[in-house]
Every structure is written in C-alpha cells, then in structure tokens.
C-alpha cells in the first residue's frame, strides 16, 4: 500500500489545532501497546500517567508547579523557534539564570527586605539572557551555528554549577555537602494558596504567557519575528534587520529561561543544589511544538507535559513502571506531533502501487 | 614526558577519538546527502545500550555490534521516515530523536546498570597487543581499526565512485538529481540508515570498549561534538580524522591532567573543556568566508518533487 500527499491549497487550520490532540491520543494509545510488549502493565501505566494526576484534586497544586517553568521556557524558546532560531541551550541558560539569582541570595544573606526577591528575579533574567547571548553573538560575529553552541555552553553550565557547589558557593555550615545555605524567609517565593506548594511562580508563568500573546501577536516586534522567519527574503526586503532578530530571539529564550530557573531555586528548591538541572530546558522544547508556537497553545502543551511528569511519578511508585518511561512518552509525544504535521499541508491519499511507483 | 607516559597517552588519544569519529563519519554521508539528522546522540545511546545487553546476554561483542548497528539504524530509519516520507521539519525531528533516544536507553539499561561485560580488546596476540611500545599500535579494539577504514572508504565513495557522486548530487542539487531520474528520497534514507548505523558503532565503542559498562547518558554529549566535527571538517573526510584526533587530544588532556593530581585549575572547568573547545573551533572556522559555504546546498531542506 503507498502513501501519497497532495499538497493543500492552503495550511488546514482545523489540522493545526487538531492534530496537537492526535499526538497525545496516538501516544496514549501506542505507549499502551508498547509497554504491554515489553512486560509491564501498559493500560494501567496510560491511566497512571495521563489520567490519575487530572482526577486527584490534591495532584492540581503539582500540576502547576511543575508546569510553571516548562511555560516560561517553552514561551521564550517559541519566540526563537518561529523566527528560525534555535536555541536548544535553554537547560543551561535556566541554570545559569538560577545560579545568577542564587549570587543575590548568598550576597544578600541575612539582610531582610521586600527588594531582595525581585532583585534576585532580575539577576535570573539577567543570568539567562547573557548566556544566551553568547551564542547569539556568536551567530552574528562569527556565523557559528546556534544550535550546537547553545547546546555546547549547557554542558559549560553545568559544570559551573557543580563548582561553585564544591567550592565558593558551599554552605559552611552544611556538612560539608555540596549545596548552598538555605535561602532565607525574603529570598523563598511565597506561596499564592495557603496550604498548597503553590507558589507565586505559577500565576507569573500564566501572566507572562498572556504577555507574550500580546507582544506576539500585537507588536512590531512579533510581527518581525514572524516574517523573519516565515519569509526571510521579505523580511530583508521590508529592512528588517536579521541580526537584531537573532539576539532578540536569544535574549527573550534565554531571559525567560533564566527567569524559570530562578523561580525555580526560589521556590521549590529553596536553595541551589547540583541536582538543579532536570531536563525542563529540553521537555520545553516539546512543550513549544505542542504547544504550536503560540502562548496559548504553550499553557496547554505546559501543563500536559505536567501531567506526564507528576503521572510518570505516581505510575513509578504504585506500579513499579521505571522512571525512564517518563520521558520515553514525551519523546514519543513529539514524534507523533511531527509525524501528524504532515496532515497540515498535505492530504493524505491511498494510492495504488502503479500510480504511486516513483513518489514512494 | 617521561617515554612511559606517552604511550598511554596517546592510546588514550586514540580511545577518545574514535567514536567521535565512527559518529561524525556517519553523519558526513547523511548531511552530504543533503540531510541534518541531529539525533546523533540518541542513536549513540540506543546503540551504546542495545551492544552492551546482547554483549551481555550472548557474551560476544561482535555479535552486540551487530546488533546495535541495526539498534540504531532503525531509530534512524524512524527519523527518515518523518523527515523524508512525512516531510517534516528536520531540526526538530533530530531533536525528537535524541530525547527519545535519552529515554528509551535509560528504560532499556535499566536492568544493566552495574554489569559488566569483558572489553571488547584487541584481536592480535598477546605478544604484540600487549608489548610496551608495539601496543600503541596492536593494543586497540577491532573497532579502532574498522574506523580508519571507513575513513578511507568514505572518502573513496564520495569521491571516486559512482554512487558518491550521485550522493552528493542530491545533496547539492535535489532538483537536479530528480529531474536526471533519481530517487532522492531513496539515496537520502540509505545515507540516513548508514548515519544510524555508524552512530551505533560509535555507542557500542563506550559500553564495550571505554568504560566498559552501561550508565544514563553514558555518551555525555559527544553525539554533539561529532556533530559540531563534520562542520569542522568542511564534510571531507581525511580532515574529520584530524579534527577527530585533536578533540581526543583535548580530551585526553582533561582526563590526564585530573589523574595526575594538576591542582591550577577546578577539574570542572576541564571537564567543560571539549565543549569550550568545540565552540572555540566552531567559531574559527565559521568566521572564514569559505566555513559554512562548504555545506552541501540542500542541507536541512526538505524534497517534496512537484508530481
């Protein structure tokens, strides 16, 4: 049997938002028989990971938590992304942009003060803006491919956090254990719901989302983004500058990474540890593709790739399913929403092996 | 340097070097065909694991190879058939590809971790794989030996046969290729599945022969380095087994200088080394007018013949 695509006179709108859900559903679907094939209870891991964290209420304050920093991400790394820029080096702008926030912690150690905590946020953007300025100097000076020098400087990152705990950063009071000094009350995010981990970061990641949906879709500046990447012929036609266009595109995804990450030491983690980075800078990459590029969508794919998070967990200790499934699930999500995007621009046809001989 | 020294490390050198190599060798047959398959490093670890468990399981390396050569050029069959057959968008599909590679291996190995398996070492005789000097030459895995090889039949392929040309014409010129009446789809997706292949290779080489054992993200990035290596060498092959030897020479200095106690500087910052290093090379050589204008034409873009 062969496949052929006709092309569609125009991009189908209905596929562009439908086709999200059909990723999920066909992940759902093949994780179930995949997992039953290697020996382990795969409807039960489905239900476990999918549907347990949306029908227990008390899992709801998880689900934003853990969605709140793949929001932010997956919001900035979507400006690049639609612009053709790739940053993939968010993991390491998110650590660099907790461990700037982190310096303001230490610095500011035993002083109180309602300024402390907006100013350890503004040296978090601040810490992932310039680091991901590097690679976009790079691009601009140098020509030097964003995608490997973003991802090169996330390995530079990690090591830098691993010895600022050995050494400078390490709490002295503390064992000798690789960590710093626990932040104190004025350098902890407050939380937003009593009696919940909910903390101030989870309302901020939906405002910045909604932000960005404005400047997106409103703004010179969205609209450059766009077209740079939409068309880039146009756009240096127009008189856009392409240069400018990269380091805005950097900075925001490296800005709002940062932002994630101090967040991040600030609220759950109350201090800087070197178990820090957990993979949210590259599960956002998933969750800006879900999420189709756009805020909106972005909540959305953040908080389902929530639900894979919290449900892999509960699926890990009622079930026995390993840790590592987790991620196999996102992965898959995103190769079925690759794999769907073709439904987008093309119809798919049956054709007959005769017709079809040289397309296949 | 003490003579003593030097022996070891240049073997060292030598062990660092060559799956960078065996990957990056594989991923200058699929960009040349104009494709960008930056899954490089989740196909080393599906290979990494699939060689360690048959090698385990069967207690023969040749046969755990074999296996993950097949491991790895399935997943990258997988990436062929998005990008090639569904048309999907290339940078994004290599990235699916490594995620998905970082998570099905860590599921896989799970049930290996802390096993051993005997090293997949040398196939001359004791008096010469194992002689003081002769070593630096006999003392290495079969795979050391397969690698230079490729290098140079890759090379020859590309260069002296039919079917290289006919590769590097697709890349270059899709359109072209077609109109003369050949399959793109089908050249890109046999350079695809050789790239798999190689990344596999490239795995097997840390679980059976460097370390040799299975842990999480045992390859530690060095998919991206070979990626970063093919821009390094302009796609030829002859300077991808330079580029390759000087990444394992920086390196081998980071694992000599934390063995022999060298205190100036934080070992963190030598092991960040390969990756600072890395950019500093990418950036020297993408800032010369000719760097990236090396690059086969069609790189990245995907073929979609107007039928």
């Given at each position: 049997?062969?496949?052929?695509?006709?092309?569609?006179?125009?991009p189908?709108?209905a596929?562009?938002?439908?086709?999200?859900?059909?990723?999920?559903?066909?992940?759902?679907?093949?994780?179930?028989?995949?997992?039953?094939?290697?020996?382990?209870?795969?409807?039960?891991?489905?239900?476990?990971?999918?549907l347990?964290?949306?029908?227990?209420?008390?899992?709801?304050?998880?689900?934003?938590?853990?969605?709140?920093?793949?929001?932010?991400i997956?919001?900035?790394?979507?400006?690049?992304?639609?612009?053709?820029?790739?940053?993939?080096g968010?993991?390491?702008?998110?650590?660099?942009?907790?461990?700037?926030?982190?310096?303001?912690?230490?610095?500011?150690?035993?002083?109180?003060?309602?300024?402390?905590?907006?100013?350890?946020?503004?040296?978090?953007?601040?810490?992932?803006?310039?680091y991901?300025?590097?690679?976009?100097?790079?691009?601009t000076?140098?020509?030097?491919?964003?995608?490997?020098s973003?991802?090169?400087?996330?390995y530079?990152?990690?090591?830098?956090?691993?010895?600022?705990m050995?050494?400078?950063?390490?709490?002295?009071?503390?064992f000798?254990?690789?960590?710093?000094?626990?932040?104190?009350?004025?350098?902890?995010?407050?939380?937003?719901?009593?009696?919940?981990?909910?903390h101030?970061?989870?309302?901020?990641?939906?405002?910045?989302?909604?932000?960005?949906?404005?400047?997106?879709?409103?703004s010179?500046?969205?609209?450059?983004?766009?077209?740079?990447?939409?068309?880039?012929?146009?756009?240096r036609?127009?008189?856009?500058?392409?240069?400018?266009?990269?380091?805005?595109?950097?900075?925001?995804?490296?800005g709002?990474?940062?932002?994630a990450?101090?967040?991040?030491a600030?609220?759950?983690?109350g201090?800087?540890?070197?178990?820090?980075p957990?993979?949210?800078?590259?599960?956002?990459?998933?969750?800006?593709?879900?999420?189709?590029?756009?805020?909106?969508?972005?909540?959305?794919?953040?908080?389902?790739?929530?639900?894979?998070?919290?449900?892999?967990?509960?699926?890990?200790?009622?079930?026995?399913?390993?840790?590592?499934?987790?991620?196999?699930?996102?992965?898959?999500?995103?190769?079925?929403?690759?794999?769907?995007?073709v439904?987008?621009k093309?119809?798919?046809?049956?054709?007959s092996?005769a017709?079809?001989?040289?397309?296949? | 340097?003490?003579?003593?020294?030097?022996?070891?490390?240049?073997?060292?050198?030598?062990?660092?070097?060559?799956?960078?190599?065996?990957?990056?060798?594989?991923?200058?047959?699929v960009?040349?065909?104009?494709?960008l398959?930056l899954?490089?490093?989740?196909?080393?670890?599906?290979?990494?694991?699939?060689?360690?468990?048959?090698?385990?399981?069967?207690?023969?390396?040749p046969?755990?190879?074999?296996?993950?050569m097949?491991?790895?050029?399935?997943?990258?069959?997988?990436f062929?058939?998005?990008?090639?057959?569904?048309?999907?968008?290339?940078?994004?599909?290599?990235?699916?590809?490594?995620?998905?590679?970082?998570g099905l291996?860590?599921?896989?190995?799970?049930?290996?971790?802390?096993?051993?398996?005997?090293?997949?070492?040398?196939?001359?005789?004791?008096?010469?794989?194992?002689?003081?000097?002769?070593?630096?030459?006999?003392?290495?895995?079969?795979?050391?030996?397969?690698?230079?090889?490729?290098?140079?039949?890759?090379?020859?392929?590309?260069?002296?046969?039919?079917?290289?040309?006919?590769?590097?014409?697709?890349?270059?010129?899709?359109?072209?290729?077609?109109?003369?009446?050949?399959?793109v789809?089908g050249?890109?997706?046999?350079?695809?599945?050789?790239?798999?292949?190689?990344?596999?290779?490239?795995?097997?080489?840390?679980?059976?022969?460097?370390?040799?054992?299975?842990?999480?993200?045992?390859t530690?990035?060095?998919?991206?380095?070979?990626?970063?290596?093919?821009?390094?060498a302009?796609?030829?092959?002859?300077?991808?087994?330079?580029?390759?030897?000087?990444?394992?020479a920086?390196?081998?200095?980071?694992?000599?200088a934390?063995?022999?106690?060298?205190?100036?500087?934080?070992?963190?910052?030598?092991?960040?080394?390969?990756?600072?290093?890395?950019?500093?090379?990418?950036?020297?050589?993408?800032?010369?007018?000719?760097?990236?204008?090396?690059?086969?034409?069609?790189?990245?873009?995907?073929?979609?013949?107007?039928?």
């Amino acid at each position: 049997m062969f496949i052929e695509l006709e092309k569609r006179k125009e991009p189908s709108k209905a596929m562009l938002y439908l086709t999200p859900v059909l990723a999920v559903v066909a992940t759902m679907v093949a994780g179930a028989i995949i997992f039953t094939l290697i020996g382990h209870d795969g409807l039960g891991a489905v239900r476990k990971i999918f549907l347990d964290p949306l029908l227990d209420t008390y899992k709801w304050q998880d689900l934003g938590v853990k969605a709140a920093p793949l929001i932010l991400i997956g919001v900035g790394l979507a400006i690049g992304f639609k612009a053709n820029v790739w940053n993939i080096g968010a993991e390491g702008q998110y650590v660099m942009g907790g461990l700037a926030g982190t310096g303001v912690a230490l610095a500011t150690w035993g002083m109180t003060g309602w300024w402390i905590l907006p100013l350890m946020c503004i040296a978090g953007v601040a810490g992932g803006a310039a680091y991901a300025g590097i690679p976009a100097f790079l691009k601009t000076r140098f020509n030097v491919n964003e995608i490997l020098s973003s991802l090169m400087l996330t390995y530079v990152a990690i090591q830098v956090l691993y010895y600022l705990m050995r050494g400078p950063w390490k709490d002295p009071d503390g064992f000798n254990f690789p960590q710093t000094r626990l932040f104190t009350d004025d350098q902890i995010l407050p939380t937003v719901l009593t009696n919940t981990v909910v903390h101030l970061g989870v309302p901020l990641a939906f405002v910045v989302a909604i932000a960005a949906w404005f400047v997106m879709t409103r703004s010179v500046f969205g609209f450059q983004i766009r077209v740079v990447g939409a068309a880039p012929a146009a756009a240096r036609y127009g008189g856009f500058n392409s240069k400018k266009t990269i380091w805005a595109a950097l900075l925001a995804g490296g800005g709002l990474a940062g932002f994630a990450g101090i967040l991040e030491a600030a609220g759950p983690f109350g201090q800087m540890v070197p178990q820090f980075p957990t993979g949210y800078g590259f599960t956002a990459i998933i969750v800006a593709f879900l999420g189709r590029l756009h805020p909106i969508g972005i909540v959305l794919a953040g908080i389902i790739l929530a639900v894979t998070y919290v449900g892999g967990e509960l699926a890990q200790s009622s079930i026995g399913l390993p840790g590592a499934a987790t991620g196999v699930f996102q992965a898959m999500m995103l190769f079925f929403l690759l794999a769907t995007d073709v439904l987008v621009k093309y119809r798919i046809k049956l054709a007959s092996p005769a017709k079809a001989g040289d397309v296949a | 340097m003490t003579y003593s020294l030097l022996i070891p490390i240049l073997m060292t050198i030598v062990g660092a070097a060559t799956p960078i190599l065996l990957a990056a060798l594989g991923e200058l047959v699929v960009e040349k065909s104009g494709v960008l398959n930056l899954g490089v490093e989740g196909m080393m670890l599906i290979g990494a694991v699939t060689g360690f468990a048959v090698t385990a399981t069967t207690g023969s390396a040749p046969l755990g190879v074999i296996a993950a050569m097949i491991a790895s050029a399935a997943s990258a069959g997988l990436f062929g058939f998005l990008t090639l057959t569904l048309t999907a968008n290339q940078v994004a599909t290599g990235l699916a590809l490594t995620i998905f590679g970082i998570g099905l291996s860590a599921l896989a190995g799970e049930g290996y971790v802390g096993q051993t398996v005997d090293v997949f070492g040398s196939v001359f005789p004791a008096s010469l794989s194992e002689h003081p000097t002769l070593r630096v030459i006999f003392g290495y895995s079969p795979l050391v030996y397969l690698s230079l090889a490729l290098v140079a039949a890759v090379g020859w392929f590309l260069s002296r046969t039919r079917a290289g040309l006919i590769l590097r014409a697709v890349g270059e010129s899709d359109l072209s290729a077609h109109s003369i009446g050949y399959s793109v789809i089908g050249v890109r997706y046999m350079a695809v599945l050789f790239g798999g292949a190689m990344a596999g290779i490239a795995g097997c080489f840390y679980s059976l022969v460097l370390t040799p054992m299975w842990a999480e993200q045992l390859t530690a990035g060095r998919g991206w380095i070979a990626l970063a290596l093919v821009v390094f060498a302009g796609w030829r092959p002859v300077r991808l087994l330079l580029g390759a030897y000087l990444f394992g020479a920086v390196m081998t200095l980071e694992l000599h200088a934390k063995a022999a106690g060298f205190s100036l500087v934080a070992p963190e910052f030598l092991a960040a080394m390969p990756y600072l290093a890395t950019i500093a090379v990418l950036a020297a050589i993408s800032a010369r007018k000719t760097g990236m204008s090396l690059a086969p034409a069609c790189l990245g873009k995907p073929f979609k013949p107007s039928s």
